[in-house]
C-alpha cells in the first residue's frame, strides 16, 4: 500500500481508520461510462433490486432513489420493468417490495453451482452430528455471501440465509478469505475497506486488520469474537481448488457464552477442516 493510502487509511497503529463518504452504488456505476458494451440500465436494474434487505422489505421511489444515487426517474423505470416482469410489486401506499418470483434467479445458481450443491449435504450431515450452525460462503467485493447454510439456532440478531451479505473484513469467514487474496487485490482492498465499528471488540485500523490476516494464514484458519455482534464467536477454514486458490470457506457460528474459544479450535476446527477438503475434491 502506498505511503498516501496508509496516510488516508491508518494514521498510527493505534489510530482506528479515517471515516470515507461511502459512494452509492448507483453513482459507483459513473465509472463505466463511455463503455459501450456495458448496459446501463440493467446495471440499474440489479442496484435496485440489491437494495431491497431483511431490514428494509418495502420502500417507496424516493427511498430507493435516496439510497442508491440513482434519479427518481431511473428508479420509477426499473420499478416499473421488474413489476411487468413479475419480479416485483407494491401496496396501496406505493411502496415497493420484491416478489417471490425473484427466488428463481437465486435458484438458477444454485442448482448451477457445483459448490453450492456438494456443501449442503455436508452442512446438514455436520449439523446433525455436533447440533450447530455450520455456513460455506464466497467474496463478493468488501463482502461476503452465504452459498449453503444449516441453522439449529438463531446465532444472530439478523436471519442468515443463502444470499445473506456480511462485511469481510469482522467476520471469520470474510478474513480468510481476505487473507489468501493474491498481495494486489488484498492491498485495493484495504486501501478502499471502510471500517465499521460494529461493536467494541471491532479491528478498527488497516494495520491491526493487516496483522489479523497475517495470522489467518499462519494458523490456516480465522477465529472472530464478536466483532460483528455481541454474543457471536465464528471459526472458518478456507476450500481450496484444484489450482491452489482459495474460493470458498467453511464456518461454524456460535453463542460466545456457549462456546469457548479454545472448545472451537479443539473440538471443531478439525471437522470444519475436513469438511473443507471433501469439498476441495468437487473443485477438481
Not at 457471536?232 to 477454514?237: D, E, H, Q, T, Y
Amino acid at each position: 500500500m502506498s505511503p498516501t493510502a496508509a496516510t488516508l487509511t491508518a494514521p498510527s497503529p493505534s489510530a482506528p481508520a479515517v471515516p470515507r463518504a461511502k459512494v452509492l452504488p448507483g453513482v459507483a456505476l459513473d465509472m463505466y461510462s463511455g463503455d459501450p458494451n456495458f448496459m446501463a440500465s440493467l446495471a440499474r436494474g440489479l442496484v435496485v433490486i440489491e437494495t431491497f434487505t431483511p431490514q428494509t422489505p418495502q420502500m417507496t421511489i424516493s427511498q430507493l432513489s435516496l439510497r442508491t444515487g440513482l434519479s427518481r426517474a431511473a428508479v420509477r423505470r426499473c420499478l416499473y420493468t421488474l413489476v411487468k416482469l413479475g419480479f416485483a410489486g407494491a401496496d396501496e401506499s406505493q411502496r415497493y417490495s420484491l416478489r417471490p418470483k425473484m427466488l428463481s434467479l437465486a435458484n438458477t445458481y444454485t442448482a448451477s453451482s457445483t459448490l453450492a450443491n456438494a456443501a449442503q449435504p455436508i452442512l446438514e450431515r455436520m449439523s446433525a452430528a455436533y447440533g450447530e450452525s455450520f455456513s460455506v460462503a464466497t467474496l463478493d467485493g468488501e463482502q461476503i455471501v452465504y452459498i449453503a447454510r444449516t441453522s439449529v439456532s438463531r446465532v444472530m440478531s439478523v436471519d442468515l440465509h443463502i444470499g445473506s451479505r456480511l462485511p469481510a473484513f469482522c467476520t471469520s469467514m470474510g478474513r480468510v478469505l481476505l487473507a489468501y487474496l493474491p498481495q494486489d487485490q488484498l492491498e485495493a482492498y484495504l486501501s478502499r475497506v471502510i471500517l465499521t465499528q460494529y461493536t467494541p471488540r471491532t479491528i478498527n485500523s488497516v494495520d491491526k486488520l493487516r496483522l489479523a490476516l497475517r495470522n489467518v494464514r499462519r494458523n490456516g484458519y480465522a477465529l472472530v469474537d464478536q466483532e460483528y455482534e455481541i454474543g457471536l464467536r465464528s471459526i472458518a477454514v478456507p476450500v481450496y481448488a484444484s489450482n491452489g486458490r482459495v474460493v470458498a470457506v467453511v464456518n461454524l457460528s456460535g453463542h460466545a457464552p456457549r462456546i469457548a474459544m479454545l472448545e472451537m479450535q479443539t473440538r471443531f476446527l478439525p471437522p470444519l477442516r475436513a469438511a473443507a477438503a471433501e469439498l476441495s475434491v468437487f473443485l477438481r
